[in-house]
Nanobody, 123 residues
Framework: VQLQASGGGLVQAGGSLRLSCVAS????????MGWFRQVPGKERTFVAA????????TYVDSVKGRFTISRDNAKNTVYLQMNSLKPEDTAVYYC?????????????????WGQGTLVTVSS
């Protein structure tokens, strides 16, 4: 499965962005999907994940109430709606796919990765 992320950009603090990640295969609907982010010099960290049907989601505490992950299996696409953005949200954001949604949201559990899209939040 190939993943193509897009939607990053420069936004002021308090603004919004929506990231998209399109999968190349209809097997997309069988995978749990996640978003991670990475700041230069730091480890890639978990942001949000969604189950194959979209019925279950989970978030890192720092984005709860501000970010929403969703998916459209008919379009082979997962989204990350980011509202009330803060400068500390600045990072490269990656989408990723995992076989078993219920395993830990550790990068090693995800088998396919997109190329990343840069989000910059100015203060």
């Amino acid at each position: 499965v190939q993943l193509q992320a897009s939607g990053g950009g420069l936004v002021q603090a308090g603004g919004s962005l929506r990231l998209s990640c399109v999968a190349s295969s209809r097997t997309f609907r069988a995978y749990g999907m996640g978003w991670f982010r990475q700041v230069p010099g730091k480890e890639r960290t978990f942001v949000a994940a969604i189950s194959p049907t979209g019925g279950s989601t989970t978030y890192v505490d720092s984005v709860k109430g501000r970010f929403t992950i969703s998916r459209d299996n008919a379009k082979n696409t997962v989204y990350l709606q980011m509202n009330s953005l803060k400068p500390e949200d600045t990072a490269v954001y990656y989408c990723a796919a995992k076989i078993n949604y219920y395993t830990r949201n550790d990068p090693h559990e995800f088998v396919y990765w997109g190329q990343g899209t840069l989000v910059t939040v100015s203060s």
